[in-house]
């Protein structure tokens, strides 16, 4: 069974300009969670999807966006990139949107912004 | 709001017991998780205690008090391989019923030969 894949592994963007991330969870999973982790810091959560509805957002700026597909895939949208945006972005997924402790995660794209 | 907070840094020899102490402050506290991530890699699901006590999974163990805000991860017979960031979580339901799994900032162990 595939676990969650995310894509690109690296993305190098300037100043200003727009990253897109994208993450593909494990088969049967509704969930979708967004996770950024700057060098050498913990796990700060940016967004959550579950059926294609935004559950709940973090502590982030609007430029930070993101949507869930029909088949539960997502994207993370970052506008007007600044460098402190640079960090491994982390995408994880879930079975079920409600209360759910075990998050399988991606191994992550890691955002350089120059 | 919610909190939690772990030692940065800890060594310990191989073979060796170590102990990663998680204290945390929450609202609609459910249970307290465990992950584990090695350098640049995904972190990974290792443990999940809701009720008071010991929970034991191989070389590894999690305790949790829910009296005292406070859990721990118990590394038995260390081994090189368990050189890795250790990461307590709690959900957060501070914004309804929607809650979001909330990241300790981490505790690198670094063993030792």
């Known amino acids: 069974e595939a676990g969650v894949t995310q894509s690109p592994t690296h993305l190098i963007k300037t100043r200003g300009q727009q990253a897109t991330l994208r993450c593909s969870p494990i088969?049967?999973?509704?969930?979708v969670y967004w996770y950024q982790q700057a060098l050498g810091l913990g796990l700060q959560f940016l967004l959550w999807?579950?059926?294609?509805?935004?559950?709940n957002r973090g502590n982030f700026p609007p430029r930070f966006s993101g949507r869930q597909f029909p088949n539960y895939s997502s994207e993370l949208n970052v506008n007007a990139l600044e460098l402190e945006d640079s960090a491994l972005y982390l995408c994880?997924?879930?079975?079920?949107?409600?209360?759910?402790?075990?998050?399988?995660f991606g191994s992550g794209t890691q955002l350089s912004v120059l | 709001g919610q909190s939690l907070e772990q030692p940065s840094e800890v060594t310990a020899v191989e073979g060796a017991i170590v102990q990663i102490n998680c204290t945390y402050q929450?609202?609609?506290?459910?249970?307290l998780s465990w992950y584990q991530q090695h350098d640049g890699g995904a972190p990974t699901f290792l443990s999940y205690n809701a009720l008071d006590g010991l929970e034991e999974t191989g070389r590894f163990s999690s305790f949790l008090s829910r009296s005292d805000s406070y859990g721990y991860l118990l590394l038995q017979e260390l081994q090189m391989k368990d050189s890795a960031s250790y990461f307590c979580a709690v959900r957060d339901h501070g914004s309804g019923n929607t809650g979001k799994l909330i990241f300790g900032q981490g505790t690198t162990l670094q063993v030792k030969p």
């Open positions: 088969s049967g999973h509704t969930s």
């Open positions: 994880a997924s879930s079975e079920e949107g409600r209360v759910n402790e075990k998050l399988f």
């Open positions: 999807y579950d059926e294609g509805e935004e559950r």
């Open positions: 929450t609202s609609g506290f459910y249970g």
